[in-house]
């Protein structure tokens, strides 16, 4: 689904359908790209279910769209054909899509309502396009897909060979002649997938390396800069102001705390979700708690594992990229980012 893990997904699905329901009364069911069928109960329908479902006669069917791809259908017993009653409940349902996913995709659309018979032409649309040209788009599907999957195992070899020595100096170079790729084509590959050349990747890692140690350690600022492979530390200092507007003492002071959560990206990143949506699943995947609240109608994460936010005393707050932004995670995309950060400090 975008890269929205599946439990959250589906629950805001359900918000989703729930305050549809509560504004016009009419029920609401979801499709997923899984072809899961489920309702505002989060009942999974079988097939008996389906049946009935789609034995009704006055089903409309209103395409979700995140992040220009076709995320799912939802479908509506709606007795009505006016265009402009339709239109209103496409605008309701719009309405309230970007209220719940808003935090999570940077792209949401509901498109035009369809009946039965609407869906039926496109269908067999697809189908013809489909049977004519089956055996020239398969072919090209077939090298688009192995091209790709020889560029996502390369970079994953590459990101493993720079994760076991990013406390050292490394260069493009090295990663090179140890994948056996040239430099040209590894450039390209972190350009295009990462947003970023590697130079600046290594930078960030390493940056985000030393965060963890200031906050965590007492070690020194000379000491933390040889442990992350900087020959010296004015280097180390210049570096890390760069990246994060505040030298390392400056850092380490501003936030001592208890806890730090690090998050690198991930190739299953997509440009266009959300550094909340990423959190959650990062979260999520690791089995780690969480709680969230609204700010100022946004959601936040308050509560990561044991740690909660206290207004008076200590509380969480994020970094993308060693910075600290100045608008909520719900709000700001990942496109080009490499290191997003929790840490739990004393305010």
């Not at 997904?9 to 899961?36: G, P």
């Not at 049946?51 to 395409?63: C, G, V």
């Not at 339709?86 to 605008?91: A, M, P, R």
């Not at 959560?261 to 990143?269: A, G, K």
Request: proline content about 2%; hydrophobic content about 40%; aromatic content about 12%.
């Amino acid at each position: 689904m975008n890269y929205s893990p599946s439990t959250v997904y589906r629950t805001n699905i359900e918000k989703i359908l729930l305050l549809f329901c509560q504004l016009t009364k009419v029920n609401l069911a979801f499709i997923d790209n899984a072809l899961q069928l489920f309702d505002r109960k989060r009942n999974i329908f079988d097939s008996q279910r389906i049946n009935t479902l789609f034995s009704e006669k006055a089903l409309t069917f209103f395409p979700l769209i995140t992040n220009k791809k076709i995320a799912g259908i939802f479908i509506a017993n709606i007795n009505a054909n006016s265009s402009e009653t339709l239109s209103l409940y496409q605008t309701s349902l719009e309405t309230i899509a970007h209220k719940i996913l808003g935090a999570y995709f940077k792209n949401i659309a509901i498109l035009s309502p369809l009946k039965i018979d609407q869906l039926n032409q496109s269908i067999a649309l697809f189908q013809f396009i489909s049977s004519n040209y089956r055996g020239r788009s398969m072919s090209f599907n077939k090298v688009e897909k192995t091209g790709q999957k020889a560029e996502i195992e390369n970079i994953n070899n590459a990101l493993a060979y720079t994760e076991e020595r990013i406390n050292q100096k490394i260069t493009l170079t090295d990663v090179s002649k140890h994948t056996f790729l040239s430099l040209a084509y590894l450039s390209r590959l972190f350009k295009e997938y990462f947003l970023v050349n590697f130079s600046d990747y290594i930078r960030i890692r390493k940056i985000a390396l030393a965060q963890e140690k200031l906050i965590l350690t007492k070690k020194s600022i000379n000491g933390i800069s040889k442990e992350i492979g900087f020959s010296r530390a004015s280097y180390f200092n210049k570096v890390f102001k760069e990246k994060t507007g505040v030298t390392p003492l400056q850092f380490r002071k501003k936030y001592q705390g208890h806890k730090i959560y690090t998050i690198h990206r991930e190739i299953e990143w997509k440009n266009n979700v959300s550094v909340y949506a990423v959190s959650q699943h990062y979260f999520q995947e690791k089995g780690i708690p969480t709680k969230t609240q609204s700010l100022n109608g946004s959601p936040y994460i308050s509560s990561i594992g044991e740690f909660s936010t206290h207004s008076d005393s200590s509380g969480w707050v994020y970094l993308v990229d060693g910075k600290q932004p100045n608008v909520l995670p719900g709000n700001l995309y990942v496109r080009d980012k490499s290191v997003i950060q929790w840490i739990h400090i004393n305010l």
